[in-house]
């Protein structure tokens, strides 16, 4: 089992940042702007809740500051990135089996399977 202390991202892999979606606050949506990223071409309104704000995704559903170079994945922004990326995978002391989203989160509908680099 995976704790906070013997966890460690393969910050390479960018499974959690292609379908999930990234709430973020107003500290978050500042320290980006403060990149020199325009507001509007990365955050957007949460469709659920009209009062949260969330990261825009890209056609495919990934992260709009998802990069891809050849098969590896990275953060545009991985030192400023939202608190919530920060956290995850996580949200309380319980020990986990797996990162993956699709672990971390069974009932949500994924269109990827687990695995380095495999979508
Ligand atoms: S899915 Fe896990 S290993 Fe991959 S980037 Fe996210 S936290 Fe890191
Ligand atoms: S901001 Fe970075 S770490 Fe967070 S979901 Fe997007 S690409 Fe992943």
């Not at 978050?28 to 659920?48: A, Q, T």
């Amino acid at each position: 089992m995976l704790t906070n202390k013997n966890f460690k991202c393969d910050r390479y892999c960018g499974k959690c940042c292609m379908n999930l979606t990234i709430m973020v606050d107003n500290s978050d949506v500042n320290k980006i702007k403060k990149l020199g990223y325009n507001i509007n071409d990365f955050i957007e309104m949460d469709l659920i809740d009209e009062n949260k704000f969330i990261l825009r995704k890209k056609d495919n559903g990934h992260c709009i500051f998802l990069k891809k170079n050849k098969r590896i994945y990275s953060c545009n922004i991985h030192k400023n990135r939202p608190k919530i990326c920060q956290k995850y995978p996580f949200f309380s002391k319980k020990p986990i089996k797996s990162c993956y989203p699709e672990d971390m989160f069974p009932n949500a509908m994924f269109s990827f399977k687990a695995g380095r680099n495999n979508q």
